[in-house]
């Protein structure tokens, strides 16, 4: 079955340095998203992305972080300048739109450590 | 803004059926959802129901819906040490909109 996949798994990386999180989402699918869930609290939404535009955007989702489908397969978050509190796990999900519902399809996360 | 609640832990016995409940506040939720996350990895879709639906049934699990209020439940039948995980409930009030999740509950199942 096809799936979402993440890169790296874990990402390690110091305050105010940018980083980039990598998602290669199913490959028939067109919306894209990225969720965050820190530790001990609920998943939530950051950013969706349809027809190389953002779509949708929660108040998370501020001039730090951006998103980009730099080719045909990837699908990229990247913070700018981190802060302690982006500390979490970052899904990357995925759906598409042959009619009816498609529900997304998340990947395995990656978990970044801002020290 | 819209909420889904859900208890935080349940603990059964191999064998028994497991229960887990979810309450939502969003009048307009248009499809609900139910995702399992086993250690270490992502979010497992399980199964979705759409709003129009009472009930859904798919091999050892059974989702129901109570839209007047506003409650969704997943049972599993049968309940196997490998249905150890958390399970999150989530939202949505269309196609290809975000989701809202609760903070999911963890089953834990004993043998």
Redesign the interface.
Same mark, same amino acid.
Do not use: M
């Given at each position: 079955e096809p799936e979402v996949t993440q890169t790296p798994s874990h990402q390690v990386t110091q305050m105010g340095q940018e980083v980039i999180l990598r998602c290669v989402p199913i490959s028939n699918h067109l919306y894209f998203y990225w969720y965050r869930q820190i530790l001990g609290q609920k998943v939530e939404f950051l950013v969706s992305f349809y027809n190389n535009e953002i779509s949708e955007k929660s108040e998370i989702f501020d001039d730090q972080f951006s998103v980009e489908r730099p080719d045909g397969s990837n699908f990229t978050l990247k913070i700018r300048s981190t802060k302690l509190e982006d500390s979490a796990m970052y899904f990357c999900a995925s759906s598409g739109i042959d009619g009816g519902n498609q529900p997304q399809h998340f990947g395995d996360g990656t978990r970044l450590s801002i020290l | 803004g819209e909420d &889904?609640e859900q208890s935080l832990f349940l603990s059964v016995r191999e064998g028994d059926s497991s229960v887990i409940n979810c309450t939502y506040t969003d009048s307009s939720s248009t #499809?609900l #959802?139910w #995702?399992k996350q086993e250690p270490?990895? !992502? *979010?497992? *879709?399980l199964t #979705?129901i %759409?709003s129009n639906m009472d009930m859904k049934q798919d091999q050892r699990l059974t989702v129901l819906l109570n839209k007047k209020d506003k409650h969704l439940s997943l049972r599993i039948a049968d309940t196997q040490t490998g249905d150890s995980a958390i399970y %999150?409930c989530?939202e949505s009030s269309g196609?290809?909109?975000? *989701? &809202? %999740? !609760?903070?999911?509950t963890r089953l834990s199942v004993i043998a």
């Open positions: - | &889904v #499809y #959802y #995702y270490g990895a !992502g *979010l497992q *879709l #979705y %759409f %999150f989530a196609r290809n909109t975000p *989701l &809202v %999740f !609760g903070k999911g």
